[in-house]
């Protein structure tokens, strides 16, 4: 589960009740029900999700509404771990070979890795092996970046349906000027459309396309960690040397842990 998803999107829910409710002379959640109107949430939201089901086929629409839910998973992509497993393999096929490796994907969960190592049994050429690897690693980026695109594309949408909410209200409020006690309601119903629009923008397509693509980026340098280490042990690339290669992927101070960790299993 990811908390901090959870937590941001919570307490910017929060922090607009707040601000809803709060004045100078206290608490008033009956202020909540001011900013509640049925015709403003139909233009803006239909409108939005009506605008995008045109953009998209139905079930490219509905995975891109169920990506959400990758938002609130833990990540799952522990580069640290990958390269540790990585140089396993690697003192596995220099002490027994490539074939041996046969039997160590059996019990690997990552089909990726699996895939490259049962390639590299094969004696697979090592540049076919890299074709095909970065072809399906390029497949998956591409489908990784449609369900980013939706989320844009809808936190796109939602302002400038609540900018058309809006002015749907102001003409409707031009037209019945003769009741001067009706402007200020008039007005504020119009505005919820926009307030709706940048909510929607802004308090869930914002943060859900950037933490896909924060996902998607980091899957990326998983796989691409897993094609240098895989060839480099088909090259018979010493285990140590691999290890010192595949740190290079890894931030400073990712590196500099795993170093500790290394450190510590050594004493």
């Not at 003192?91 to 019990?107: I, Q």
């Not at 119903?189 to 929607?200: C, D, E, F, K, N």
């Not at 396309?209 to 090259?235: C, D, F, P, T, W």
């Amino acid at each position: 589960m990811d908390i901090a998803t959870i937590i941001g999107l919570l307490v910017c829910f929060i922090l607009c009740i707040f601000g809803i409710v709060y004045s100078k002379t206290g608490i008033n959640f009956g202020a909540i029900v001011s900013f509640l109107d049925v015709p403003s949430a139909l233009i803006t939201f239909g409108g939005a999700f009506m605008c995008i089901l045109a953009s998209y086929s139905i079930p490219e629409y509905i995975a891109g509404f169920k990506s959400i839910l990758l938002t609130f998973k833990g990540s799952s992509d522990d580069i640290s771990g990958v390269i540790k497993k990585i140089i396993d393999l690697s003192n596995v096929a220099r002490k027994e070979g490539l074939l041996s490796l046969e039997e160590a994907a059996g019990e690997l969960d990552d089909a990726f890795m699996k895939k490259g190592i049962l390639l590299i049994v094969d004696g697979t050429d090592p540049e076919l092996v890299r074709a095909i690897m970065e072809t399906e690693m390029v497949s998956m980026d591409t489908r990784h970046r449609a369900k980013i695109g939706f989320w844009e594309n809808l936190g796109a949408m939602g302002p400038a349906w609540g900018m058309i909410g809006t002015l749907i209200g102001l003409v409707n409020m031009l037209q019945n000027m003769s009741d001067p006690s009706s402007i200020g309601p008039s007005m504020a119903v119009a505005l919820l459309t926009t307030l709706y629009g940048s909510m929607l923008a802004n308090w869930i397509c914002a943060p859900v396309g950037a933490k896909l693509k924060l996902r998607n980026e980091a899957e990326m340098q998983v796989k691409e960690i897993m094609i240098e280490g895989l060839l480099s042990i088909q090259a018979g690339e010493n285990p140590r040397v691999i290890e010192e290669k595949l740190k290079s992927f890894l931030n400073p101070a990712a590196k500099a842990a795993m170093e500790a960790q290394g450190g510590d299993q050594d004493g």
